[in-house]
């Protein structure tokens, strides 16, 4: 573990080093614990994101990076995720402090899953092969993998590292050049990560960080001519802007992760197991304070369960404690910033005012620390055609539905534009089978909440995703091209 101070970094990187902005604008970067600003941060314009994006096609045209063997990219991941891992506790804290994120699971789940994520990358460079295709003897058909360019990361708030190295990890591995744009909302690890990866010994230019807004440095990168790809994780609205964008440019490749509202089916055998089953649906709605597109906030129980089910429920939640993110025994930390704060708390009035019933919850808390809080939530009474039950509220807001029959569960669990994630509980093997294959969603988890792990790869249906997979070996289908070079022989 590492005593480091959290590095507040405020100004692009670019070309292998920080530099001077090439524009005057900011923005505040606010603690959502106490409202307080940390840093006010540089908010790149066209000027940057050219510098930027001219920097990673130099680059990559150079083939420093692009055309090193795969021994000599592997061997720098490798010490990129050594020394994420001997700054983990400084990485951790700028995620929590930046975001409101409790410091246990920023220390715990966060950046083990992004050092692991690049570990699992550079171990994968020289396991991915290309073929041969079954030809006559006069011919000869070589299908090989190239990189594909100049890589665009656009990423969220909720998750910065955890995002970024999902990204980063592929991309890089494949041998592309990348320019990230942290959320505005948490961009300093993203900063402080780009410093360690030059530290490790990545080329200047292969990876650049520009801060900014949304409306301005990502459409910058979303129209720019020289970017190949852009990779967002986000809400679907901005997901939609990106496609205009690739519409408006050069039709680069656009890989979305776009919003989710998670059914979570407890089928009719369930009866007896409900207090674990209660704990597992509890976490998948209130970890990372419901801030999760994954978030399971829809529940949909057996008629015959739900009473029983919504009082295991209210007893769990008792249990996710909402205190400050620094705070080794917080659950709940704060909402990302005030607007947030009330989108979720408008929708809980909406839910109370619809007819729905709380069971917990329901109120802002810790008013008085000048952040921005919610208690975990639980509703009952919902009925599917209710915004608590169709919209996702990115908060720690649960809503319960009770079914009949397996099929109103299946028709009720797909009666949404979202197509992220599910998860079914049941003893029923068959019943299992037949209902995790009915469920119109990337991943469908069986007796748990997961979202898999780096070995599979995660992406959504319908609105959910578009264009590709974070995660698993399937990444790199978003980060190359596949050539075909046919000889004709003698």
Not at 3 to 22: H, M, S, W
Not at 59 to 66: H, K, P, R, T
Not at 81 to 93: F, M, S, T
């Amino acid at each position: 573990m590492s005593d480091r101070q959290p590095k507040f970094i405020t100004q692009p990187f670019i070309d292998g080093k920080l530099v001077a902005p090439l524009t005057d604008e900011t923005f505040d970067s606010v603690n959502p614990a106490t409202g307080q600003v940390i840093a006010t941060v540089a908010a790149c314009g066209q000027a940057d994101v050219d510098a930027a994006v001219a920097s990673a096609r130099a680059a990559f045209d150079s083939g420093v990076w692009s055309r090193a063997t795969p021994a000599e990219r592997k061997a720098v991941l490798l010490r990129f995720a050594d020394l994420l891992d001997e700054h983990i506790d400084e990485l951790a804290a700028l995620d929590s402090i930046d975001a409101g994120k409790p410091i246990t699971d920023t220390r715990t789940l966060d950046l083990p899953d992004a050092i692991g994520t690049i570990r699992w990358y550079a171990e994968s460079i020289d396991k991915v092969f290309g073929h041969i295709s079954p030809t006559g003897p006069g011919n000869l058909g070589l299908i090989t993998r190239e990189p594909v360019g100049v890589v665009a990361g656009v990423l969220p708030w909720n998750f910065p590292m955890a995002t970024l190295s999902w990204k980063l990890g592929p991309a890089l591995a494949a041998g592309n050049s990348v320019v990230v744009k942290p959320a505005e909302l948490s961009p300093f690890s993203t900063l402080r990560t780009a410093e360690l990866a030059a530290e490790a010994g990545l080329p200047a230019g292969v990876f650049n960080v520009v801060p900014g807004l949304g409306h301005v440095t990502g459409k910058a990168l979303g129209l720019h001519p020289d970017v190949d790809v852009v990779t967002f994780t986000g809400s679907t609205e901005v997901g939609r802007h990106f496609l205009r964008y690739s519409a408006d440019s050069n039709l680069k490749k656009i890989v979305l992760e776009c919003g989710g509202k998670s059914p979570q089916l407890v089928l009719a055998d369930q009866g007896g197991k409900l207090a674990g089953i209660a704990e597992e649906l509890a976490g998948a709605a209130f970890w990372n304070m419901g801030e999760n597109c994954t978030c399971g906030s829809r529940i949909l129980v057996h008629r015959s369960l739900r009473d029983e089910l919504v009082s295991e429920l209210v007893t769990q939640a008792a249990a996710w404690t909402v205190g400050d993110p620094q705070h080794p025994d917080t659950k709940i930390g704060a909402m990302i910033e005030e607007a947030h704060l009330r989108k979720v708390m408008g929708y809980i009035e909406a839910g109370v005012a619809a007819g729905a019933a709380l069971a917990t919850g329901g109120k802002q808390v810790r008013q008085d620390t000048g952040g921005w809080f919610v208690e975990p939530t639980v509703f009952t009474d919902v009925t599917p055609d209710m915004s608590i039950a169709r919209e996702e509220i990115f908060g720690p807001v649960l809503s319960v539905i009770a079914f009949d029959t397996e099929e109103e569960a299946i028709r009720i669990a797909n009666d949404s534009p979202y197509g992220l994630a599910a998860s079914v509980f049941t003893d029923d093997l068959n019943a299992a089978h037949r209902v995790a294959g009915a469920l119109k969603a990337g991943t469908v988890s069986v007796n748990c909440y997961s979202e898999g792990d780096i070995t599979t790869p995660f992406g959504g249906f319908k609105t959910s995703g578009f264009g590709g997979h974070d995660k698993g070996i399937e990444a790199f289908d978003q980060y190359t091209e596949l050539k075909t070079t046919w000889f004709a022989l003698n």
